[in-house]
């Protein structure tokens, strides 16, 4: 069983940054998994917003938000980071984490039916 926690969101003008962070409480952790953030707004489709095989380099970015999030990892702590700056009023969503076991089966996108563990999600609000 993969429980996964995330943290980190909050309320900021735009154009400010926030990192929020997923831990990973399981028997034992291991970089054989795909992790993602996803993020839902309100009467929204969920999409990818970044990915990546925790045991590769390689990173998928959704093209709203290249060059202004990053995807990073720090196995000694379990924990899935995304840093998020230059924030837009757009940006404003539930932010999830998600992780299935193995590489990810694409890197070009992020399919949410390819994700088998999710979190609570933690909320992010952009005002302009």
């Known amino acids: 069983q993969v429980h996964l926690a995330e943290s980190g969101g909050g309320s900021v003008q735009a154009g400010g940054s926030l990192r929020l962070s997923c831990v990973v409480a399981e028997y034992m952790y291991a970089t054989n998994y795909c992790m993602a953030w996803f993020r839902q707004a309100p009467g929204k489709e969920r999409e990818g917003v970044a990915g990546?095989?925790?045991?590769?380099?390689?990173?998928y970015y959704g093209d709203s938000v290249k060059g202004r999030f990053t995807i990073s990892q720090d196995n000694a702590k379990k924990t899935l980071y995304l840093q998020m700056d230059s924030l837009i009023p757009e940006d404003t969503a539930m932010y999830y984490c998600?992780?299935?076991?193995?590489?990810?089966?694409?890197?070009?996108?992020?399919?949410?039916?390819?994700?088998?563990?999710w979190g609570q999600g933690t909320q992010v609000t952009v005002s302009s």
């Open positions: 998600a992780a299935n076991w193995g590489p990810c089966r694409s890197l070009r996108s992020m399919d949410r039916a390819d994700f088998a563990y």
């Open positions: 990546r095989y925790l045991g590769g380099t390689i990173t």
